[in-house]
């Protein structure tokens, strides 16, 4: 004859179901998240990419050279024109000072360190989101013969973590008609010594992808690393799994 399980024995199985459960479903939850983004980011970059190719075919000329000869509003609403459902949401700018950042800014972003981000880097052509719910933003156009015009995506839009290198990721157009991610070498990037804009923008190296950033010049060479899921600091280790916490 079977021996039944007394209700404290069911009970003290349940209460240690209960604290395995607790310890490890926020690290499980935290892996599905990350590679919710990861997969997010990759289409994203697929479609702006294919975008600049596009649009490099129809008009013989890269996005670059066009929109060194546009307003920011004007290249921001060609580029938009890509999506599908796509509108503006924000027309904040950094002209329009701090006063105004939290009326016009939707939501508040963040650095990786987890400090509340100081500026918002691409904060001069307002804020568009499309049917999928990606959120975009937008910098000044580039001078003639420069990679840019520079923009960022929040791959999954107002939802958290809105945060550099995690959800928010910033990228370039470039003179030969492509997209890269902030933090990849290109011919035609500045070099070290430039200074100015270009200094101010382009950034690439492990030191500008930083776990403990405090300020988003620190953050913009995540997309680089992001896409390549390899670790800023050990390039034998991952971006999603071993660099992010």
């Known amino acids: ?13 349940l209460g240690i179901i209960g604290v395995i459960a607790s310890m490890t479903l926020p690290g499980l939850m935290d892996n599905i998240q990350k590679r919710g ?11 702006v990419n294919q975008i600049a190719q596009q649009f490099y075919a129809e008009n013989e000329i890269s996005f670059s050279e066009w929109a060194s000869k546009q307003s920011v509003n004007d290249y921001a609403r060609k580029f938009m024109s890509y999506f599908s459902g796509a509108r503006q949401i924000s027309t904040y700018t950094y002209s329009d000072g701090n006063a105004d950042v939290s009326s016009k800014v939707p939501y508040v972003i963040r650095n990786l360190g987890g400090i509340r981000s100081s500026t918002i880097i691409c904060d001069d052509g307002g804020f568009w989101t499309d049917s999928s719910g990606k959120l975009f933003s937008f910098n000044n156009p580039p001078r003639a013969d420069e990679n840019g015009p520079i923009f960022c995506i929040d791959v999954n839009g107002l939802q958290r973590p809105n945060t550099f290198g995690k959800d928010i990721f910033v990228f370039q157009f470039t003179l ?18 430039a200074s100015g804009w270009e200094q101010q923008f382009f950034f690439e190296g492990p030191e500008r992808c930083s776990p403990y950033a405090t300020h988003p010049e620190l953050n913009v060479a995540c997309a680089f690393y992001a896409l390549q899921d390899v670790n800023p600091k050990n390039e034998k280790q991952t971006y999603w799994g071993d660099f992010l916490r």
């Open 1 to 13: 004859m079977k021996k039944a399980f007394t209700m404290s024995e069911v009970l003290l199985t």
């Open 176 to 193: 030969d008609g492509l997209v890269i991610p902030m933090g990849q070498e290109h011919k035609t990037n500045p070099t070290e010594n």
């Open 37 to 47: 983004l990861q997969g997010r980011l990759k289409k994203a970059y697929s479609e």
